[in-house]
C-alpha cells in the first residue's frame, strides 16, 4: 500500500498540524472580530456553478477541475473556490440572512495543477466576503483584515498590489481596444495565447511567462479608461485604504485568474517567493456575479488566502509559526499507586481547563518523561513512592529540566496561575 498522500496533497501531522490549526484560530477570531460569521458550503458542487461563474476560459475551469459524475450521471465538482458557493447558499437564503452578509470560511480548495512548493492540488484557504454593498470602505475593510492577519504572524515583506478593472459598462471599450494592440503584438505572445486571445484577452496580462509580460506591460491601461462611476469608486478605495494606514502600488496588469471581478482586483505579494507561489491572498469586487446564478444584484467583495503559502512566507522570513498550544502538563505516575494518583490529578487537571495527560500504560520513569517531552508538555508533574508518601507531586519545566516539589493538592492552582514559572513553589 502506497503510504505517501495522494500527488499534490499534504499530511499534516505535528507540528505541522498544529501550524496549520494555529492560522486557522486566528483567522476566526479576526474575521469574528471585524463581524464576519462563519459558513461552510459543500465540499463539491454542480459543476455549472463553477464553470459559469469562474469563466469558460479561466485555468480553473479549463485545466484544473476535478470533475466527476456521479451514480445518477449529474456533473458534479470538488470545490476549487469559495467566493461562488458561498453567493449560491447566500441566495438561496436571503431572506433570513443580514445585509450586508459579512462570511468567513476556513476550508480546503481542489485544484488539478502541476504540483510545486506553493501550488498543490488540495490546498486551505481563509476566505472572507461582504454581500450587498457596493461601497468601497467594503472593499478597504476586507484588504485591512487580510493585512492585520499577515502583520499579526509577523511578516513584513508584503506588498499589496491594487488595480481596478471596470464595469460592464467601461470595459467592453477596452477590451476591444486591448484585442486591437494584442492583434499588433500577436507573434510576441506564448502560442496558448497566440490562438486565445481573442476570447479573453485580460488573460493575456495575468500570465505569468516572460513573453506575455513584456506585452502586457506596454498594453493599453484600464485603470486610464475606467468610467467616472468606477474611478470614483477605486478612489474611494484608495481613501479607505489611507485611512487604515495601508500602502500599496497600482499594477494594471492585474486581473485575477477567475472572470466574475469587477472593479477593484488586489494581491498581496510576497517578494521573497517565486512568482508562482508569491501569492499570499487575492480577492477583489464581483457585483455582477449574483445576476449570472440567476439572482438579484447583490454586489460583493472578498478575498481568498492561500495558508500553505502563509506558512512558506513565515519560514522563508525566518519567523516561527505559531503553533496550538500544547499540553500543559504531562502526569507522570510511576507504580500502581502513583499511576492511580496520576489519573485522579489529570482529571482534576482537566477539569479546570489545563491540558493534561498521562500513559496508558506502566513504564519506567525516563520512558514516561520522554512521552512527555514527544507531547510537548510544557510540565511533567511525577508521582513516584516518594510524592505518595510525602503527598506531594515534582513538578519538571521540561524546557530546562528544572525540578521542584509542591503539595499535590496545590498543582493545579499552581499551573492555573502560572506560577509554575516561578522557583519560589
Ligand atoms: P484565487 O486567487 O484563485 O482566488 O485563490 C486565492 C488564493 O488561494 C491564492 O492567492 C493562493 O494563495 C491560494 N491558492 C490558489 N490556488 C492554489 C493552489 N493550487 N495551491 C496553493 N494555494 C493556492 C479565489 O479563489 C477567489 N475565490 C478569492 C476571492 C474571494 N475573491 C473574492 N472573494
Keep these: 500500500m502506497e503510504l505517501r498522500p495522494p500527488r499534490g496533497t499534504l499530511d499534516l ?137 499577515l502583520r499579526g504572524l509577523g511578516l513584513t515583506r508584503i506588498e499589496l498590489q491594487l488595480n481596478s478593472i ?39 496580462l495575468d500570465c505569468k511567462d516572460d513573453a506575455c509580460r513584456a506585452v502586457a506591460r506596454e498594453a493599453p491601461r484600464i485603470t486610464e479608461r475606467l468610467c467616472d462611476p468606477c474611478r470614483t469608486h477605486f478612489e474611494g478605495v484608495h481613501a479607505g485604504l489611507k485611512e487604515a494606514g495601508l500602502s ?3 499594477e494594471p496588469t492585474l486581473v ?10 488586489f494581491e498581496f505579494v510576497s517578494p521573497g517567493l517565486s512568482l508562482q507561489q508569491a501569492t499570499l491572498f487575492g480577492g477583489g ?12 444584484h447583490v454586489p460583493g467583495v472578498g478575498f481568498g488566502m492561500g495558508l500553505e503559502r502563509v506558512l512558506l512566507a513565515l519560514e522563508q522570513e525566518g519567523i516561527g509559526a505559531p503553533e496550538e498550544p500544547g499540553l500543559a502538563v504531562f502526569v507522570v505516575g510511576v507504580g500502581d499507586a502513583g499511576r492511580a494518583r496520576a489519573h485522579d490529578l489529570v482529571r482534576e487537571l482537566r477539569e479546570a481547563g489545563l491540558a493534561a495527560d498521562t500513559s496508558f500504560e506502566d513504564r519506567p520513569l525516563k520512558a514516561q518523561l520522554k512521552m512527555a517531552d514527544r507531547a510537548g508538555a ?22 530546562d529540566g528544572d525540578q521542584r516539589e509542591i503539595a499535590a493538592g496545590r498543582l493545579v492552582g499552581t499551573l492555573a496561575e502560572g506560577r509554575a514559572e516561578g522557583t519560589d513553589g
Design 248 to 250: 500599496w502600488t497600482i
Design 256 to 265: 485575477r485568474g477567475l472572470d466574475y471581478y469587477t472593479r477593484t482586483a
Design 285 to 296: 469586487r464581483y457585483d455582477g456575479l449574483a445576476e449570472v446564478l440567476g439572482g438579484p
Design 13 to 149: 501531522l505535528p507540528p505541522q498540524g498544529s501550524r496549520i490549526r494555529a492560522l486557522y484560530d486566528r483567522a476566526a477570531a479576526l474575521a469574528r472580530l471585524h463581524g464576519y460569521r462563519y459558513v461552510e458550503t459543500p465540499g463539491f458542487e454542480a459543476t455549472e456553478l463553477f464553470s459559469a461563474t469562474s469563466g469558460e476560459t479561466s485555468d480553473v475551469v479549463t485545466k484544473e477541475m476535478y470533475t466527476f459524475a456521479d451514480r445518477k450521471g449529474r456533473s458534479l465538482t470538488l470545490r476549487p473556490e469559495g467566493t461562488a458557493p458561498v453567493m449560491r447558499a447566500y441566495l438561496g437564503a436571503m431572506q433570513e440572512q443580514p445585509s450586508p452578509f459579512k462570511a468567513y470560511y476556513l476550508t480546503r480548495m481542489y485544484r488539478y495543477s502541476r504540483p510545486q512548493e506553493g501550488r498543490y492540488r488540495e490546498h486551505r484557504q481563509f476566505g472572507i466576503e461582504v454581500f450587498g454593498t457596493e461601497d468601497p470602505g467594503a472593499d478597504a475593510e476586507v484588504i485591512t483584515v487580510g493585512d492585520a492577519f
Design 378 to 399: 510544557a510540565y511533567a508533574a511525577i508521582v513516584g513512592e516518594r510524592e505518595l508518601e510525602t503527598g506531594s507531586v515534582t513538578l519538571r519545566r521540561m524546557s
Design 166 to 204: 471596470g464595469d460592464e459598462v467601461c470595459r467592453p471599450a477596452y477590451r476591444d481596444e486591448l484585442v486591437a494592440f494584442l492583434q499588433d503584438n500577436r507573434d510576441r505572445l506564448t502560442d496558448e495565447h497566440k490562438d486565445r486571445f481573442q476570447d479573453n484577452p485580460l488573460r493575456v
